[in-house]
């Protein structure tokens, strides 16, 4: 019985993965045919100034299509993913031109990006694709418009340290915050927002992996994820990653047990 209970359990876990990659595929490729109907009409219209963005747009979501591919090879091929110092600002300035074309024309994109901004530790590929799964969520929560603010900042958590969780030390994060001014979200939704498979869209437009996929990223990576809803009001999603400090890195730093309990 244990068995078949550890079996399920790895089966879900694959579905869960596979699920998650195929609805970030399918994002991608929905931005790849708007960025080629864009290119279409304009070409139609006569009007070939610019068309290298929507070149440029397409050819970029098709190379982190291949990556996402990549990333379910190394899986199948039990690879376990490597996280890189990534500049979360540069990454999410590299994001505008795709986020842009997933947004309707009535939602305007606010990008505010703190200065020295620490390096974080993480797979970009995934903080990718977690930004484009909250951009859509946002998009989808403002049906008829509104304003989207992707901001990063420096906040101070608590981290756990070791395998118990009463090992707690403060620390710093590099915070991406993604938020709407849209619906917000009722408190039976916020309760069960992370769980696979839980979504309130209509069959064939949400798979209900967006948020689960964002929730693994950040406890894969060492970090949360928090979600502050209001009803009539918006929703604003915050990542919290672990900074990339070579301090934090080095034993030294890390504070004895009793130091923790004392704090
Ligand atoms: P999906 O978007 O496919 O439904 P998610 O896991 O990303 O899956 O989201 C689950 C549910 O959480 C959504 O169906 C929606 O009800 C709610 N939700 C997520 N993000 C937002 C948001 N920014 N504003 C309002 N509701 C949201």
Redesign the pocket.
Known sequence: LEDQLRQSQKMEAVGQLTGGIAHDFNNLLTGIVGSLDLLQSRMAQGRFDRLDRYINSATASANRAAALTHRLLAFARRQPLDPKPVEANRLIVSMEELLRRTLSESIRLKIAAVDDLPLTLCDPNQLESAIL?LAI??R??MPSGGVLTIETSISNLDRVYAASQKDVFPARYVTISVS?T????PAD?LAQ?FDPF????PLGE???????MVYGFAKQSEGHVRIY?EVGRG?TVKIYLPCHSGELESEASVPALSEIHRA
């Open positions: 799964n969520n946002a989808d929560a709407d849209g619906t917000g979200m939704v927002a839980f979504t309130t869209k949400g798979t209900g992996l967006g948020l689960s809803s929703t």
